[in-house]
T-cell receptor
Framework: GAVVSQHPSRVICKSGTSVKIECRSL??????MFWYRQFPKQSLMLMAT?????????EQGVEKDKFLINHASLTLSTLTVTSAHPEDSSFYIC?????????????FGSGTRLTVV | GENVEQHPSTLSVQEGDSAVIKCTYS??????FPWYKQELGKGPQLIID?????GEKKDQRIAVTLNKTAKHFSLHITETQPEDSAVYFC???????????FGSGTRLSIRP
């Protein structure tokens, strides 16, 4: 089945630095990828929709200048958390839509645990 | 936009018994309803999905039912096993959108 690889799985960074998270579709091309954020014991909250070759669409309340998304190829999307602060500590998960027409599905990566100290 | 509500938030069942989780959605144009299982520290894994042109789908011990008129869908797990313990999320996708919206999750615990 479809596989989405997300790296790193865990990262610790200092306040004020930037962190990049990669999301790759390994065996399919993903024109659309999604980035979610999940706090402990909460649901997944969509941050943005990433479209290959165009600007990402951010959900209301998500700062696009803080969470930079790049989707330069059909198999790779990246999320960069800029000037990270402790409140940015969270579990970040990417997802990719695979398939076409009436046969599609959404596959998720394994997540990235970001801790800002 | 789409809104998905999920109940219960926690569920504890005896091993071997059945578990049922229910979700409602707001957008009558939604056409895709996946269910995900999430284990601690991992990403969600698709366990079953249903599209709006069918009312029920089954895969071994797992089944999903969809009532489009009432705008609700349910996950049924029969003969529960300890490895079924996890957090389960329902989700829905509107016809006009590419994104899926998640319910709030159900923490399922299987008592030995």
């Amino acid at each position: 089945g479809a596989v989405v690889s997300q790296h790193p799985s865990r990262v610790i960074c200092k306040s004020g630095t930037s962190v990049k998270i990669e999301c790759r579709s390994l065996d399919f091309q993903a024109t659309t990828m999604f980035w979610y954020r999940q706090f402990p014991k909460q649901s997944l909250m969509l941050m943005a929709t990433s479209n290959e070759g165009s600007k990402a669409t951010y959900e209301q309340g998500v700062e696009k200048d803080k969470f930079l998304i790049n989707h330069a190829s059909l198999t790779l999307s990246t999320l960069t958390v800029t000037s990270a602060h402790p409140e940015d500590s969270s579990f970040y998960i990417c997802s990719a839509r695979e398939g076409s027409g009436a046969n599609y599905g959404y596959t998720f990566g394994s997540g990235t645990r970001l801790t800002v100290v | 936009g789409e809104n998905v509500e999920q109940h219960p938030s926690t569920l504890s069942v005896q091993e071997g018994d059945s578990a049922v989780i229910k979700c409602t959605y707001s957008d009558s144009a939604s056409n895709y309803f996946p269910w995900y299982k999430q284990e601690l520290g991992k990403g969600p894994q698709l366990i079953i999905d249903i599209r709006s042109n069918v009312g029920e789908k089954k895969d071994q011990r797992i089944a999903v039912t969809l009532n489009k008129t009432a705008k609700h869908f349910s996950l049924h797990i029969t003969e529960t096993q300890p490895e079924d313990s996890a957090v389960y999320f329902c989700a829905a996708k509107s016809l006009s959108a590419s994104k899926i919206i998640f319910g709030s999750g159900t923490r399922l615990s299987i008592r030995p």
